[in-house]
């Protein structure tokens, strides 16, 4: 199963959310008492990096969620602005630009005392 790219990206931030989160966690309880020197810098360097990724992550999947909510609306908004055209120059009895065009009348309707009948 094929996982759509926002999918991706969500997943991925978890991911780097969850290894930031288990590395503070480890760093702070079981590592503790050995990390000294460098490898206390190297250590939360990492863990910091994983959580600056994840950042990154999520400010790239706000950018693209933005992107496609102002497509959705143009798109939204066109289509808005079609159906009024169409709906106005229907009402003034002409035909819409589409190709649609008005119905020919009927020559089987003749008006009889006023009214209209169809014949047979």
């Known amino acids: 199963m094929a996982l759509s790219p926002e999918a991706r990206r969500r997943f991925l931030g978890l991911v780097l959310l969850g290894f930031a989160g288990l590395m503070l966690v480890v760093g702070i309880t079981v590592l503790a008492p050995r990390l000294r020197g460098a490898t206390f ?70 008006p009889v005392s006023g009214r209209k009948t169809i014949s047979p």
Not at 85 to 97: F, M
């Open 41 to 110: 810098l190297v250590y939360w360097l990492g863990c910091m990096s994983l959580t600056g990724l994840a950042v990154l992550t999520a400010l790239l999947d706000l950018w693209a969620t933005r992107r496609r909510v102002r497509q959705a609306q143009h798109e939204l908004l066109s289509r808005a602005i079609d159906d009024f055209s169409h709906a106005r120059q229907r009402a003034k009895g002409r035909a819409p630009t589409s190709g649609l065009s008005k119905p020919a009348a009927d020559a089987s309707i003749a």
